[in-house]
């Protein structure tokens, strides 16, 4: 009777985590069917970074789910073969690009960058705008990588990149002092404008 009862028991704890599962999968059925991304952007939605995963979710310039996925890159254009992640609009529909090289990223690693990506809902960028995407997905590798310590000890690509605007957001006293330095010398943002819709402000 015992053995009978324990069965029973596994039984529903293994058929409440299917239905868990399946919740999920159905939640972000718009945006991605990979785990790690749901993963990441369910832990995203504990930090700083909700705003971020409200707006993948639909509550964004165009009302629609972002669709996420892991992709080479290369295959949009070769100038973007070493990026970690893509912000892109095609038509009326927004897509957030993560390199495939992170596909075994840790997860709050990848809840960091998609913090980030989702800051881009239209074709217009500026240094500003960069700005506020690079000091949010720092606050919220710092966030989670306070929480875990561990994941900064971990060796992948995408840590190393958390780490480095952690320190400068850190020596920043949490501000986007050091960050803005950071984007305003980067080499790849030259062109920019300093204002764009939404980000007016001066940082």
């Known amino acids: 009777m015992k053995k009978f009862i324990l069965l029973l028991s596994i039984l529903f704890l293994q058929f409440a985590n299917a239905e868990i599962d399946e919740a999920l999968y159905k939640k972000y059925k718009d945006v991605s069917a990979d785990a790690s991304i749901i993963e990441a952007l369910e832990k995203l939605g504990e930090t700083t970074g909700k705003y971020s995963k409200d707006a993948i979710l639909g509550k964004n310039l165009t009302n629609k789910p972002i669709q996420v996925e892991f992709l080479n890159l290369s295959t949009i254009s070769p100038m973007y073969t070493n990026f970690d992640a893509l912000g892109w609009k095609k038509k009326k529909n927004l897509y957030i690009y993560i390199n ?13 960058i998609l913090a980030h990506e989702a800051i881009h809902q239209d074709e217009h960028n500026s240094l500003n705008e960069e700005t506020y995407a690079w000091t949010l997905e720092a606050a919220v590798w710092t966030q989670l990588s306070d929480d875990n310590p561990e994941l900064e000890k971990i060796s992948h690509p995408l840590v190393e990149r958390e780490n480095v605007i952690k320190k400068l957001f850190v020596r920043g006293d949490y501000t986007s002092k050091y960050i803005h330095k950071f984007v305003i010398t980067n080499k790849g943002y030259q062109n920019l404008p300093e204002r764009s819709y939404g980000f007016e402000e001066l940082l």
């Open 100 to 112: 495939e090289k992170h596909k075994d990223a840790p997860i709050e690693a990848l809840s960091a």
